[in-house]
């Protein structure tokens, strides 16, 4: 079955940068979609088709897939961004869901 | 916009059948496909399986003799049933709607999940 890897944590401080990445097996030939999820809440979709941002989504989350790498990335880093990050696509050959193995972001 | 809500049993027996129901708000069923996912206390996120307008079923194959998902679209709701559960199977269950576009699918919206705890 079809594998998707993420580095566990991830801290940043305010105003920077906060890049998550999700492995996977040519996951550049497939779509990607991102999911935050604050403490107790549920999943929110925050990015689909590797780049696109629901309506609501500010546009400081930004999305890229290339090659074996997916990668969200978060600029202005805010408090209100300190959540776990979780990745996800769906693997055709299956016909089946995956999710990545999320990463936690803290805001320093 | 569409809205869901889980509810069921907040506490299941070992070896008995979890059953959960979604239900949907705001908009039609009909044309959208449906999901389960879990997320067990403290780990990642689990897709349990979908039904898709049609009527078909894709389940987890590593639940899929225990899963059951079915839709009545005339109550605007669909069901979860997990057979023979463990501790294991301890975990929040979010039902999402499942959009697929261009040859892809992902979850949106979610519900916000219900605590069911396998204990005796």
């Known amino acids: 079955s079809y594998v998707l890897t993420q580095t566990p944590s991830v801290s940043v401080a305010p105003g920077k940068t906060a890049r998550i990445t999700c492995g996977g097996h040519?996951?550049?030939?497939?779509?990607v979609h991102w999911y935050q999820q604050k403490p107790g809440q549920a999943p929110v979709l925050v990015i689909y088709?590797?780049?696109v941002r629901p309506s609501g989504i500010p546009e400081r989350v930004s999305g890229s897939n290339s090659g074996s790498t997916a990668t969200l990335t978060i600029s202005r880093v805010e408090a209100g961004d300190e959540a776990d990050y979780y990745c996800?696509?769906?693997?055709?050959?299956?016909?089946?869901?995956?999710f990545g193995t999320g990463t936690k972001v803290t805001v320093l | 916009q569409v809205q869901l809500q889980e509810s069921g049993p907040g506490l299941v027996k070992p070896s008995e059948t979890l059953s959960l129901t979604c239900n949907v708000s705001g908009g039609s069923m009909n044309n959208y496909h449906w999901s389960w996912i879990r997320q067990p206390p403290g780990k990642g996120l689990e897709w349990l399986g979908c039904i898709y307008y049609s009527g078909t079923t894709n389940y987890n194959p590593s639940l899929k003799s225990r899963v059951t998902i079915s839709v009545d679209t005339s109550k605007n709701q669909f069901s979860l049933k997990v057979t023979s559960v463990t501790a294991a199977d301890t975990a929040v269950y979010y039902c999402?709607?499942?959009?697929?576009?261009?040859?892809?699918?992902?979850?949106?919206?979610w519900g916000q999940g219900t605590l069911v705890t396998v204990s005796s």
């Open positions: 088709y590797d780049s």
């Open positions: 999402a709607r499942l959009r697929a576009a261009k040859g892809e699918n992902w979850f949106d919206p």
């Open positions: 996800q696509v769906w693997d055709s050959g299956s016909d089946h869901y995956v």
């Open positions: 040519n996951i550049g030939s497939k779509s």
